[in-house]
């Protein structure tokens, strides 16, 4: 229950605004998702509060977006998050972005004639994979199947599968174990 005395599932994102959306979602009344029409949820999925996204967005199954997740670039860039992929509390993951570089003004309130050129982008979170609390994730990235990106983070590239990465900018630093988790995704017909 939460504090207002309403089951937790009564207060939700109304789910049919997206293009589609699978069976056991949970989306939290407190999610903003900019372009639901662009937006593919598969089943056993939960998005928590103050998840925010802009992209277009393909979100696989058992998977989790914890709180304050935010996902940017606009329309033309997109997300897409495999099966039994968890993305930590407070995580930045862009999409799309200027280049900085002074072709133009850095700002999506400016007509186009006059914005600096912006790199439209996909960003990938295969299979498996772990992104930490406070994760930063640049326009572009692939994050390999079962690859870790630890706390704090910030990825710049893309990144090797089943590999855990740390740091700023991240580097690999030890090989993850995989048979148990491939045994159980076996198991839940994957």
């Known amino acids: 229950m939460s504090d207002n005395n309403l089951p937790v599932n009564s207060l939700q994102f109304d789910k049919a ?12 009344n ?8 662009l937006v593919t949820i ?4 939960a998005i928590d509060s103050g998840v925010y996204i802009t992209t277009a967005a393909k979100i696989g199954d058992y998977t989790h977006l914890s709180p304050y997740i935010t996902v940017i670039g606009g329309a ?3 997300l897409i998050v495999e099966d039994f992929v968890t993305i930590a509390a407070g995580s930045r993951i862009i999409c799309g972005s200027d280049k900085f570089l002074g072709a133009g003004f850095t700002s999506v309130t400016v007509p186009d004639e006059y914005r600096d050129d912006v790199d439209f982008t996909t960003v990938k979170c295969c299979k498996f994979a772990g992104i930490g609390t406070n ?13 870790v990106i630890g706390a704090c983070s910030l990825v710049t590239k893309d990144t090797e599968p089943w590999t855990i990465y740390i740091g700023t900018p991240a580097r690999p630093i030890k090989i ?11 198991a839940l017909g994957y």
């Open 17 to 28: 605004l997206l293009k589609s959306v699978g069976e056991d979602v949970f989306i939290s």
């Open 30 to 37: 407190n999610v903003e998702i900019r372009r639901p029409h």
């Open 42 to 45: 598969g089943s056993h999925v």
């Open 76 to 78: 033309k860039s997109t």
């Open 135 to 147: 994760v930063v994730i640049m326009p572009g990235v692939t994050i390999g199947e079962g690859s």
């Open 176 to 186: 993850r174990p995989k048979e148990k988790m491939l045994e159980y995704a076996k």
